[in-house]
């Protein structure tokens, strides 16, 4: 049975030691230990799994000596559990997006494949049956080239203002978009070149949270297709599912359409009018990355587009404060230490 760690005990990490415990993945891995610098959150959820709970990353991976870690905490803090992981030879997944600067993300890529340790980016999607599906479509040709992607991923207001204690160090382009411009990458093949974005910042203001209420961007590639994508952070909390996702892809002979916010269970309560999620990526996406920890076929450069991603990310927000478009920084100019060369 594996041992893993969680390190991030918010919203994510629960949600994995969750799945852990309480899916098929109990046969298959036991949650040795969480980490959180909030001790008494490390706790809570330790008590919920039946994991040791620690307030310092070095400590737990010397006491519990897992075999793997999956990382969970805020956006711009990956690197650091990232490389302790690493430096004692422990697999990682970590989640999206890898880092949000070029040099962090290129320094960390470089780091595990020097270190010979198995690490990937945790982007879920790839593991949600309903895109293995789009994936299998589009691979067979059933579309024919696939020219446009319009794309939106949304969340309700209660998840800066409520659930993520962090977010005004984030924006829903890092903590969302991320996700969706995966898709495209994966789907498609499809490296970005260049994106012109817009974003507003009120609503959330308003209510003490700095960050964007909205963001659009177009993005361009390099071939003959290009993306639409928005992502809200100021949805209503009434909406009957809190996360608002749609994925359209155009093809040169069909199209595909996708709305997982509608998951075909429509409850009407005493108190509310909800869309139970039905979809559960976590167990599926554990299961993959632990089969290639144990040695099943893996990616051949499992962080390469994690890189790529952090790099549209980072073009899509000096977009958005020029004012202009901004081209996106091939992979390949970056050195091992993330320096343009």
């Known amino acids: 049975m594996s041992k893993l760690v969680i390190i991030g005990c918010g919203v994510m990490g629960a949600a994995y030691a969750d799945a852990v415990a309480g899916t098929n993945l109990r046969w298959r891995a036991s949650v040795a230990g969480v980490c959180d610098t909030d001790l008494a959150a490390a706790r809570r959820l330790g008590d919920r799994s039946g994991a040791r709970a620690f307030d310092d990353i070095a400590t737990m991976l010397d006491a519990t000596q897992p075999d793997a870690a999956y990382i969970a905490v805020p956006d711009h803090l990956h690197a650091e559990p990232f490389l302790a992981c690493v430096d004692r030879g422990v697999p990682v997944l970590v989640e999206k997006p890898l880092a949000t600067d070029p040099e ?3 320094r960390m890529r470089a780091a595990a494949a020097g270190a010979g340790v198995y690490a990937e980016c945790n982007f879920t999607n790839r593991s949600n049956p309903v895109f293995t599906r789009v994936k299998e479509a589009v691979d067979r040709g059933d579309v024919g080239d696939v020219i446009g992607v319009n794309a939106r991923l949304s969340n309700a207001v209660r998840y800066p203002t409520s659930l993520l204690r962090w977010a005004e160090n984030t924006t829903s382009g890092w903590f969302l978009l991320s996700h969706v411009f995966d898709l495209t990458s994966w789907l498609t093949g499809a490296t970005a070149t ?8 009120t609503v959330l203001r308003g ?4 960050t964007y209420d909205l963001i659009h961007a177009l993005v ?3 071939r003959e297709l290009s993306g639409i ?3 809200s952070w100021s949805l ?18 069909g199209a595909l359409y996708v709305d997982t916010s ?3 269970i429509h409850l009407a309560g005493r108190d509310a009018y909800v869309h139970p999620a039905v979809n559960d990526w976590t167990e599926a996406r554990l299961t993959q990355f632990l089969d290639r920890v144990d040695g099943a076929e893996r990616p051949p450069d499992p962080l390469a587009d994690a890189v790529d991603n952090t790099l549209l990310l980072v073009a899509l927000h000096e977009s958005i404060t020029a004012g202009t478009s901004v081209a996106v920084l091939p992979r390949a100019d970056l050195t091992t230490n993330g320096a343009a060369r």
Do not use: K, N
């Open 194 to 201: 260049e994106v012109t974005a817009t974003g507003i910042r």
């Open 220 to 222: 361009r590639y390099d």
């Open 236 to 253: 209503p909390d009434s909406l009957p599912s809190p996360v608002d996702f749609t994925f359209e892809l155009l093809g040169s002979e």
């Open 104 to 106: 962090t993300a290129a």
């Open 229 to 231: 994508y928005e992502s």
């Open 207 to 210: 209510r003490g949270v700095d």
């Open 262 to 264: 509608d998951q075909m």
